[in-house]
């Protein structure tokens, strides 16, 4: 790498946790095994080019503050070029392995979709060499679908088909680069497809749009020999009043519904599951119920604010339970832990950029162990096995094995006196929890 960018701060190494350095790592020590497999290769960490190179932390009551030394606000290559400079830089002194892009955080939107294709595969140019130097990946590339003007009204569920088909080809284009830069996944989030009122909005073509609009994605997949993993990610609201992929369980009876689940995992992101009033491991869970979970968007909601805050993940009671469901699923395959999260607009500084990602990915590292101890210990999946015991054998199997009907039931129904389930015993595992945790 030529010009260094985050000048004054070395390679963030693993300290421990008595160390008195902010600028190291506590927990998270890279080559450190948990269970089977490196602390790295559970965890995957990705850095959000979005947020971590492009944003400004404007909000609606201000400009942006942040200082990015690294990009003069040009739309130029040359720019883009040096934006990627510096976050290769950065990833390499935090040792992320990973990184997701839009195609529009990466390279200039210009004039015209030619010139900003040209623009994007110069960039990509680049961005692959940079990766071969550095051995860092692309988790997933994705086509910003809901920043043009153009796509006010959605993308793929927008009432012109002007639009639909310029946004097809702004993920033709981007599902090439993705590929070209051995791109593991591609994401799908909605963006603007949803609507604000029904006044105006067709629902069912609007949804029957965007299946095609997947379908066609999945057959274009096939066609270039991408061999990457499709990722939807869901969202409730915001840009939209109501987004089509609101939550787990929406997308997944979607996919079903047009038939794209074979072709499709989930990204869960925290932030998003709060906004849909679940906690993240309730997404999680869904998700992979199905077979279904590919990746995580971590970051974090403020419970005092009813907005996407994207806010780092520092709670290791969350990262725990959040952890269980990813190893209790047998870990990632193709995703990873990105992320999607911005520092807040009074931390301007790039140095704040580190502090950020340095306290994720350490509150990830011990949810990680409290997780895998929890697991090793046996006790609360133990406690979770007996209460469902009634369903391994008698009655309950007859259950289990589809074999009961109302009248088998019934009959055994009749026979019974007073009966109640075993207590819950909530706050005792609550306790428990926290005998782990802290
Ligand atoms: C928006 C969001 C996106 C997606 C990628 O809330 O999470 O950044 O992750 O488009
Ligand atoms: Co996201």
């Known amino acids: 790498m030529n010009q260094e960018y985050f000048t004054g701060i070395k390679t963030i190494a693993y300290e421990g946790p008595k160390t008195r350095n ?38 609606p009551f201000g400009g942006g503050t942040r200082q990015r030394p690294w990009d003069d606000g040009s739309s130029t290559v040359e720019n883009a070029r040096r934006v990627a400079d510096a976050g290769f830089e950065f990833m390499q002194k935090l040792g992320l392995g990973f990184y997701c892009f839009h195609d529009r955080d990466v390279a200039p ?26 051995g860092i990946k692309l988790l997933w590339g994705t086509a910003c679908l809901f920043a043009h003007p153009r796509y006010m009204q959605g993308a793929a569920t927008s009432p012109s088909a002007d639009v639909y088909a310029i946004a ?8 090439d680069v993705t590929h070209r830069l051995g ?10 497809e949803g609507y604000a009122t029904l006044l105006n909005t067709d629902m069912k073509r609007e949804t029957g749009n965007l299946a095609h609009f ?14 990457g993993q499709f990722y939807i990610e869901p969202k409730p609201r915001e840009p939209s009043t109501h987004q089509y992929d609101s939550d787990a369980a929406a997308c997944l009876n979607f996919l079903r519904e047009h038939d794209l ?28 119920g199905a077979g279904a979970l590919g990746s995580i968007d971590a970051n974090t909601g403020d419970e005092l604010v009813g907005w996407d805050t994207d806010q780092f993940p520092t709670n290791v009671y969350m990262a725990t339970q959040m952890t269980l469901q990813l190893l209790k699923m047998g870990g990632f395959k193709t995703g990873g832990l990105n992320f999607d999260a911005k520092v807040r607009r009074e931390s301007y500084e790039p140095v704040d950029l580190f502090h950020a990602h340095i306290g994720g990915m350490d509150t990830f590292a011990r949810g990680l162990k409290i997780a895998h101890r929890i697991i090793e210990d046996g006790e609360l999946d133990r406690f979770v096995k007996t209460r469902y015991a009634s369903f ?8 289990t094995t589809g074999k009961a009907t109302f009248e088998s039931l019934e009959k055994h129904a009749l026979k019974l006196g007073p009966v109640l389930p075993a207590s819950g015993r909530q706050e005792m595992l609550e306790n428990l929890l926290n005998d782990y945790v802290l």
């Open 22 to 59: 902010r600028l190291a790592f506590r927990h998270y020590n890279a080559e450190e095994v948990v269970g089977k497999k490196k602390m790295k290769d559970h965890l995957r960490f990705s850095m959000a080019y979005w947020h971590a190179m492009k944003n400004t932390s404007s909000d």
């Open 109 to 134: 939107e210009l004039g015209d979709l030619q010139a900003s294709n040209d623009a994007l595969d110069a960039v990509a140019d680049h961005l692959r060499k940079l990766q071969r130097q550095t």
């Open 168 to 175: 097809a080809a702004q993920v033709k284009h981007a599902m």
């Open 183 to 192: 791109g593991l996944g591609y994401t799908f989030w909605g963006g603007r």
């Open 214 to 227: 997947l379908h066609m994605a999945v057959e274009y997949k096939k066609k270039i020999g991408f061999k």
């Open 261 to 288: 689940l074979e072709h499709f995992k989930l990204n869960i992101e925290t932030n998003h599951a709060t906004l849909a009033l679940h906690r993240v491991e309730h997404e999680l869970a869904v998700a992979a």
């Open 392 to 399: 391994d054998n008698g009655i309950g199997k007859t259950v």
